[in-house]
């Protein structure tokens, strides 16, 4: 199975066709050039473009026809088209070339100093003397201290800001004011905007941009005019190059549209990137800001808040009152749409997609257990969890599993079905009363193997804190339902500098229920199908804290969540003492949150690359990082349901530049 990508790429020009049927035409002619075809025009390009995006070479093409990000030079929009030019854009953008003339000027980097990163996002003008930009964008260096604002403390000192209103493609001259004061930055759950003032005394600003006294519509052609970065969260790391053309951290303009108003936002579909956070959105017919750009999601949708909304909050802060406006809720991102052929009258999108999921009657085997314990206990890093001494194996016999419920997809209340693997060639198939099935199931898990890598691709847990139970560490063993030798539990393990015996689902997480239920769940955890090499520190600190966290914060009625875990298989993982070792991992937790009563889901990765050089294992730290469910399936190269992916809040991300590592369970973002 392909990765996404290929379908939303496709359905992002889709909908682009179907409506700007203007646009249409013209990118139909272009999608319509096959290999053989290929014009003289875009022979060049697909010829380039093919040996990296192979199938996608000509639907690429039409993305940068369709939605061009172009060059901003000696404050004009830069009308040069890569690839087949677009005539449309040509024409709309040359009828609007003096009102983005006097717009682009007035748009800047907002920049630092004694920050970790130089620069942070866009601002622009929106009144003589006030730069407007991002929440997100402006607490980096800034934050409230009683009734008023003040810049944060960095390592060096206290932190400061200014406005670049150049940085563009292929100039090196800078025009750069300073940012004296911080009028105003929206609470966590106020609209994400932060006015600042910018110093003028030196004379030489550029004149505001008006804001629209209209609101949005649906189909009103915009331009985003701001800094799209380079984002190390967006999965499909190849086409985003080509898009931009590799040229970030510059001045640029994409046209799009209106795709609509929705809960007091505004959405677009104009070509972002991280970067973009604070960008102006202009109506090309007027000339004013429809909107302040503050997120987006690749390929899919931005989110931006309205001109009213900042009209409101001028007003209040220019009567001195620190305004406290609602949050616009940003919706849950939709299924994406079937592409639409252009000219139908369709206008109700579905896509197919397809999962597979198995689920057993569980039966308990009787070993008994001690007295219930609310939530469940965490494992310390030193305990019998992460030390490797060496155990007898215990053996079983197939028939013993046959009563395994495995991982429960309604266990929450609604469905939560298993990941499917692209390459289904790689997942271990084993036979049971003669049919052919790829998961083992266990007592509230189940887990899926890699048959080329014999270790587990997958592993997904349902847990209830509410009935989590202490019990003792029992014997390794290999699961006889598969081969021995599709099963890793020597080779590579053992005492520094050797590996541990990394639990995909912790041995915790399923020992929940009755007594005997909970030693089964214990037990049935320590099979050599639920770990994967692991670095001996690795089971501490956050990773490892995760799913209590979670636990804390799911509704207190019912205390559950379900956990997917699993490495990230890549063909360069290193070789050691024979094994190929995964250098990252990933986790998925869904659960009802206790404070919304809604379903949530978000997903984390960490990395063991520090302790993996090439030449000996040394002293590092595991990164962790809250990440997107898309971010996850590109590098697992599996698919989650969508109903899953519409649970993460950060498939719709703020667009800073990048999200901060994870240094403690207080950052993470369930909402």
Known sequence: ???????????????????????????????????????????????????????????????????????????QAKLEFRD????????????????????????????????????????WLVAEDVIITNRHVASEFAARRGDGFVFRQGLQGQMAARIDFLEEVGR??????????????????????ALLKVDQTAGGLASHIDLSKDSARSQQQVAVI???????????????????????????????????IERGLVLHDCTTLGGNSGSVVLDLESGTALALHFSGRFLESNYAVSAETIRQLLQSVGRGVIAKPSRPVIPRPEAPPTPVAVGTTTAEFTIPIRIRVEVGTPTAVADGGPSIVKPNPPVQAGSDDTEDFEEILEEARPEDYADRPGYNADFLGFRIELPEVHDDGDVLRFLIDGK???????????????????????????????????????????????????????????????FSRGHMTRREDPAWGLPEEASLGNNDSMHATNVVPQMQTFNAGIWLELENYALEHARQDD?????????????????????????????????????????????????????????????????????????????????????????????????????????????????
């Open 1 to 75: 199975m392909k990765s996404n990508v290929d379908e939303r790429l496709k359905n992002t020009v889709a909908i682009m066709e179907h409506t700007d049927r203007e646009l249409a035409e013209e990118l139909r002619d272009i999608r319509s050039v096959s290999a053989g075809e290929a014009s003289e025009r875009l022979a060049p390009q697909l010829e380039s473009l093919r040996p990296r995006m192979g199938d996608l070479a000509l639907e690429t093409i039409v993305l940068r026809t369709g939605r061009p990000v172009l060059a901003v030079v000696n404050d």
């Open 84 to 123: 087949a030019e677009s005539e449309i854009w040509r024409t709309r953008l040359t009828k609007a070339i003096n009102r983005l003339g006097k717009a682009i000027p007035a748009v800047g980097r907002i920049e630092v100093t004694n920050h970790d990163l130089d620069w942070l996002g866009t601002g």
């Open 172 to 193: 090196t001259q800078q025009l750069e004011f300073k940012l004296n004061d911080i009028l105003y930055i929206a609470d966590d759950d106020g609209p994400d905007v």
């Open 226 to 260: 701001g800094y799209p970065a380079r984002d190390s969260r967006i999965p499909e790391q190849e086409l985003m190059i080509e898009i931009f053309g590799n040229v970030f951290d510059k001045k640029r303009l994409a046209p799009g549209q209106i795709q609509r």
């Open 436 to 498: 052919k099935e790829s998961e083992l199931k266990y007592q509230h898990f189940s887990v899926v193997m890699s048959k080329s890598r014999r270790i587990c691709r997958y592993s997904a847990v349902n847990i209830n804190g509410g009935l989590s139970r202490r019990t003792s560490r029992g014997p390794w063993r290999y699961d006889p339902r598969i081969p021995t030798s599709q099963q890793i539990l020597k080779e590579c393990y053992g005492n520094a500098p050797k």
């Open 559 to 671: 205390m559950k969540i379900a956990v997917i875990t699993g490495p990230v298989l890549r063909d360069d993982d290193p070789f050691r003492y024979g094994v190929q070792i995964p250098v990252t991992f990933w986790k998925v937790i869904a659960f009802i949150h206790d404070q919304t009563g809604e379903p949530c889901a978000t997903g984390y990765t960490m990395s063991q690359k520090d302790f993996l050089r090439e030449e000996e294992f040394v002293f590092g730290r595991h990164e962790t990082a809250q990440v997107s469910l898309s971010t996850i399936e590109d590098m697992a190269k599996l698919s989650f349901p969508s109903e899953l992916r519409r649970l993460d809040p950060l498939e719709r991300v703020s667009e800073t530049r990048r999200l901060p590592l994870l240094g403690s369970l207080s950052q993470i973002r369930f909402s």
